[in-house]
């Protein structure tokens, strides 16, 4: 049982300090310049939208004003809509916004294989109908494919949050690890995975693994398999508004976590085949541990119980998580707004409890249930 507690505290502290820490290292033994260019090739930014009308409008409006050649830029909306996505798209095609749009519910990914193909850009954009973008982000986004070695750049999302809705804390806090993270590992030129909101590729390296499942995460990993680098562009920001309701990021999470999951183990067995072992390693540390870290958090709570008889230092661990789960319950329910520094700290508990959750469920599902290529709005 030792060793479970053990194993379990090793596993919790490296997915969440270990991993970065050791990228972080690695970033300065092994970094590589990226040849950095202003350069403008052709680009076709692609917006899959599922009703869409509260956003399109600003959305569209947002992608004709940005600062980039407006005979280069290519817009093509994406639409399996029923509300009125559709009506108002069109309303924008005088000013050269082409629309596609399916009338059967298949999903993003399946949608987004039709289309690509009439793509006419060098460099294709991946944007979410509700990311609105820098002035110039496409400019800074596309400046690092002078580079021929890279394949992939992820933009830097920035999570808004003017209601100060206590649970967007907790993404942005995420989101501000997650960029230290892929600063650190960018320097490697091997940033892992990426998000719809602004991920660019070249446009030859679409490698789907079937119509269904071209999820970003997928493509950004198949980019790495094929040798070519993904990294991250910090000055290239996007802004998506927070989501306010936790049960609503409870079910996005869970459902990002279960389509993932499925996506790494194909993927892991290609990384094999590939000999890709750092990418293994990589996905491994950074993505399989932390979406299994609910069940180190379960077996050390039942090891430190099991424990807690034998020695002080194991009944104090045991205090410790009974007062850290307690803190985590009743922020949750007392703290309905992060109005200060001070809330934020006390609110870390529970954005740690309800990602987890989100973890565990995901997982569960991604293991031993099936699930549709769809996807809902939740900001």
Request: proline share 3%; net charge positive.
């Amino acid at each position: 049982m030792e060793t479970v507690f053990y194993l379990s505290l090793f596993a919790l502290f490296y997915t969440y300090f270990g991993y970065l820490i050791l990228s972080i290292i690695l970033g300065k033994i092994f970094a590589k310049k990226i040849d950095k260019k202003e350069i403008y090739p052709k680009v076709t930014i692609l917006i899959p939208a599922y009703n869409e009308q509260e956003f399109i409008a600003k959305k569209l409006e947002n992608s004709l004003d940005l600062d980039y050649p407006k005979d280069s830029l290519e817009i093509i909306v994406v639409s399996e809509s029923d509300d009125q996505t559709n009506d108002i798209v069109r309303n924008f095609e005088d000013r050269g916004v082409v629309l596609y749009s399916f009338k059967e519910r298949r999903g993003k990914s399946s949608m987004l294989y039709d289309i690509y193909p009439k793509a006419q850009g060098e460099i294709v954009v991946f944007s979410d109908a509700n990311a609105i973008y820098d002035h110039q982000a496409i400019k800074k986004l596309v400046r690092n494919f002078n580079d021929s070695r890279i394949g992939g750049v992820l933009g830097n999302l920035i999570i808004t949050n003017p209601d100060k809705s206590s649970i967007s804390e907790g993404e942005s806090i995420f989101k501000k690890y997650e960029s230290i993270l892929r600063n650190a590992n960018t320097k490697q030129l091997a940033i892992v995975g990426a998000d719809g909101t602004m991920f660019a590729i070249r446009r030859e390296l679409y490698f789907p693994i079937s119509p269904d499942r071209g999820d970003d995460f997928e493509l950004a990993i198949r980019i790495r398999i094929k040798g070519y680098a993904m990294v991250f562009e910090p000055e290239a920001i996007s802004y998506e508004r927070a989501s306010t309701d936790f049960i609503s990021e409870i079910s996005r999470k869970r459902r990002i976590v279960s389509w993932f999951l499925k996506s790494s183990f194909m993927l892991l067995w290609e990384m094999l085949i590939g000999l890709r072992w750092f990418l293994m390693f990589q996905v491994i540390s950074n993505k399989l541990f932390r979406w299994f870290s609910p069940y180190f958090l379960i077996l050390l709570f039942l090891s430190s119980c099991k424990l807690s008889t034998a020695h002080i230092f194991y009944q104090s661990a045991l205090y410790m998580q009974i007062v850290f789960y307690v803190m985590a319950v009743l922020n949750g329910i007392l703290i309905k707004k992060a109005d200060n520094k001070f809330q934020k700290v006390l609110r870390m508990p529970f954005f740690f409890l309800v990602f987890n959750y989100a973890f565990l469920i995901g997982t569960i599902e991604g293991m031993f249930m099936s699930q549709k290529p769809f996807w809902k709005k939740v900001r």
